[in-house]
């Protein structure tokens, strides 16, 4: 039987894990935290169950293909509920509930201009082709070869599309209100770029947030890691936590074991789903550094984030699942994290309120809340005064809405930042969504999932194909354990 090492327990890890094991392949995961989730850990504190990272249940059709990989369903494992709005967003001078149902998805958007309904059905009419075609097909290519994309009656669907042209450009097309333009841009700001430099290939983002809708896991986003977990477990896969991989050795071109401070682990292949500049740099020895220092330099990479988990003694009325505050200047954050990275003045902002749909994250009567400013990936830390004004900034923004300023109520209260994330996970520049999905990091023009020199050594994960993203990151581990498989047989 083939000996897989795994190295780390994030999703794209952890999916690896499962599909090597389905295969009959000995797999052990070696994590260097405490337990599963990567990005998606949890932090238990006071009652509060708070999901550290990802909070946008989104793509479920992925997420399902995933367990019904494997003759389950995400049911055998956790309870999925729809939210109804799928989201609010906060302008300067208006609120917008995005409703579940897209005819009043529609209405919404007739009031804000007049035609635009129909504008919005044409949007998503392409843009559901773009899903159909990105998500069931191009994902799941390997990004070996150009020739892969020769499916010539795809490409003929697809290049009749705006692909290429500008998330910008391709949303102006259809709408001329600047809060549906705001609404219709949105989502590919954590692809990793603002409108202007992210392809309208990526308009299926919004097909996947209105049309396919906001999903959440009763008990918390960590279900989703808990429950592959469970499945990688019940396929005889080993976990170990708590040890960090510190070399992959390397002999005659072959991976040929793996070293923690505990022990070493002979393999026959090695899929490494911890972030790839770590891998490439921190465990190989430099002739096999297969990127320059220039390569590396010059990627763009998505945001990281400015997080703050908050307990709250009391309820919130009125508030909603997912909320984004978007009534500052919109272009100058934008601008602070991809033109001019630094640290924004008066910041755009994301607030989850889990507690809001499931009681079992928050003890009675309290509230659980996650704050999130998208910032620059590799800026310099900033003092915990300044992460406080950050805080006041935004229990005032949320104090407009709500009428209640939050402030003496918090019970539990921590910050999560770059450094954090350069610590706990070895991001590269502390990046919290990996590599950004711009037009020339598409693809093949991703860090490839092969090492170029080592046959047996493989990458998954957010910086390399497809890119970031809860289903996007399963995916990769799926890609990675097909390219191990493909290797022994
Ligand atoms: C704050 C935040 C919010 C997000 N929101 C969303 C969202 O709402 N929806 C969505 O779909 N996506 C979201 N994402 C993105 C999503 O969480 C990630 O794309 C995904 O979790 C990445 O999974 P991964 O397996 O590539 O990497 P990771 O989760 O980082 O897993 C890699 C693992 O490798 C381990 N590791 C690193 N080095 C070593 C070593 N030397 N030895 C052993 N182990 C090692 C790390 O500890 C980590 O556990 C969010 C991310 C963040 C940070």
């Known amino acids: 039987m083939k000996k897989c090492l795994v190295i780390g327990a994030g999703f794209s890890g952890v999916s690896a894990a499962c599909y090597l094991a389905k295969e009959g392949y000995d797999v052990t995961v070696i994590e260097k935290n405490e337990g599963v989730g990567g990005r998606a850990s949890v932090i238990e504190e006071k009652g509060f169950v708070f999901d550290m990272g990802p909070s946008w249940y989104w793509m479920p059709d992925v997420l399902e293909q995933f367990f019904s990989d494997f003759g389950k369903q995400t049911s055998d494992y956790y309870e999925l509920v729809r939210l109804n709005p799928s989201y609010r967003v906060v302008f300067r001078n208006s609120v917008i509930d995005v409703p579940a149902e897209f005819e009043s998805l529609k209405e919404v958007f007739e009031k804000l201009e007049k035609g635009s309904g129909k504008k919005l059905e044409d949007f998503m009419s392409e843009a559901r082709y773009k899903y159909e075609v990105g998500m069931k097909k191009l994902v799941y290519l390997p990004c070996e070869s150009w020739w892969e994309f020769a499916d010539w009656q795809l490409l003929k669907g697809v290049l009749k599309l705006d692909v290429f042209i500008s998330m910008r450009r391709h949303v102006r097309k259809y709408f001329r209100h600047p809060d549906l333009i705001r609404l219709m841009e949105f989502p590919v ?42 499945l990688a477990k019940s396929m005889g896969v080993e976990f170990i936590f708590n040890q960090e991989v510190k070399e992959i050795r390397i002999r005659n071109n072959v991976c040929s074991e793996v070293v923690t401070d505990s022990g070493v682990f002979p393999c026959d292949a090695v899929i ?82 889990p507690s809001v749909t499931d009681p079992s994250v928050a003890p009675t009567g309290k509230e659980n809340l996650f704050f999130l400013i998208p910032v620059a990936s590799g800026l310099d830390e900033i003092s915990d005064y300044q992460k406080q004004d950050y805080f006041l900034f935004m229990c005032k923004k949320l104090n407009k809405i709500t009428q209640i300023n939050i402030e003496p109520h918090v019970e539990y209260l921590r910050t999560f930042s770059i450094s954090d994330f350069k610590a706990r996970y070895h991001a590269f520049k502390g990046n919290a969504y990996g590599l950004a999905n711009t037009l020339f990091q598409t693809a093949h023009l991703k860090p490839g999932m092969r090492h170029k020199k080592i046959k047996n050594l493989f990458f998954a994960g957010q910086l390399t194909i497809p890119g970031p993203g809860v289903p996007p990151a399963i995916i990769s581990g799926k890609l990675a354990a097909r390219q191990v498989i493909k290797l022994f047989s």
């Open 189 to 230: 700001i954590f692809l990793g770029g603002h409108a202007g430099q992210i392809p309208a290939l990526y308009s299926l983002m919004n097909y996947a947030d209105s049309v396919l809708g906001s999903w959440y896991p009763m008990g918390g986003m960590s279900m989703i890691p808990k429950a592959m977990f469970k």
């Open 272 to 353: 490494s789903s911890a972030d790839y500049y770590h891998t490439e740099r921190n465990l190989l020895d430099k002739s096999y550094w297969h990127h320059s220092d220039a390569y590396w330099s010059g990627r763009v990479l998505a945001p990281s984030c400015l997080l703050f988990y908050v307990g709250l003694n009391r309820k919130i009325p009125g508030l909603t699942h997912h909320t984004l505050f978007f009534d500052e200047d919109f272009d100058a954050h934008v601008n602070k994290i991809y033109n001019n990275p630094s640290w924004p003045e008066k910041p755009l902002f994301y607030l989850s309120a």
